[in-house]
T-cell receptor
Framework: DTGVSQDPRHKITKRGQNVTFRCDPISEHNRLYWYRQTLGQGPEFLTYFQNEAQLEKSRLLSDRFSAERPKGSFSTLEIQRTEQGDSAMYLC?????????????FGSGTRLTVV | GENVEQHPSTLSVQEGDSAVIKCTYSDSASNYFPWYKQELGKRPQLIIDIRSNVGEKKDQRIAVTLNKTAKHFSLHITETQPEDSAVYFCAASWGFQKLVFGTGTRLLVSP
């Protein structure tokens, strides 16, 4: 386990379709975060989990977005009825609570294009 | 909520010069301040971070300073090299949880 893995790397979908992304965190990390990054902007926080509990959701996360982390391991982010404004890079990160060096690590992201 | 402002948005320097990027945060409870480097099409990578109980931290050519009273922190890169060219993001966090990012600085180092 060398880092945070995200799948797929790229996704092109038609407007109105549903999409699901997966994130596999570093195995010993108990916190998992989702961010969205559009071109020329910094990553924007969407939601985060500690183990299997979803502790915070951003106001950016509309009802069309849902995230899960069953069993506190991998996580999925689903977007229903996609819109062109959903086109962005979706980044996942993980960290370990109470770890001295924090260890916050990003995955390579899933680039979503809604056409 | 927390807001982080970052300046400048673009910075062009000659190889060997120093570069300074500044950020201001709004939430005085923030206690963790990382800096990330992001190359085109790649993920953000942590280059240095500082916690609120420290005023300055250095790692080779990179240093970060924190002024808690003024709520601002800065990234200093000395002896810049062309491979330092990238977008740099500052961020702030409370309790080592979610990160709030600045808008980024595009650094261009010319040979």
């Amino acid at each position: 386990d060398t880092g945070v893995s995200q799948d797929p790397r790229h996704k092109i979908t038609k407007r109105g379709q549903n999409v699901t992304f997966r994130c596999d965190p570093i195995s010993e990390h108990n916190r998992l975060y989702w961010y969205r990054q559009t071109l020329g902007q910094g990553p924007e926080f969407l939601t985060y989990f500690q183990n299997e509990a979803q502790l915070e959701k951003s106001r950016l996360l509309s009802d069309r977005f849902s995230a899960e982390r069953p069993k506190g391991s991998f996580s999925t982010l689903e977007i229903q009825r996609t819109e062109q404004g959903d086109s962005a890079m979706y980044l996942c990160a993980s960290s370990q609570e109470n770890r001295g060096d924090y260890g916050y690590t990003f995955g390579s992201g899933t680039r979503l294009t809604v056409v | 909520g927390e807001n982080v402002e970052q300046h400048p948005s673009t910075l062009s320097v000659q190889e060997g010069d120093s570069a300074v990027i500044k950020c201001t945060y709004s939430d005085s409870a923030s206690n963790y301040f990382p800096w990330y480097k992001q190359e085109l099409g790649k993920r953000p990578q942590l280059i240095i971070d500082i916690r609120s109980n420290v005023g300055e931290k250095k790692d080779q050519r990179i240093a970060v300073t924190l002024n808690k009273t003024a709520k601002h922190f800065s990234l200093h890169i000395t002896e810049t090299q062309p491979e330092d060219s990238a977008v740099y993001f500052c961020a702030a966090s409370w309790g080592f949880q979610k990160l709030v990012f600045g808008t980024g600085t595009r650094l261009l180092v010319s040979p």
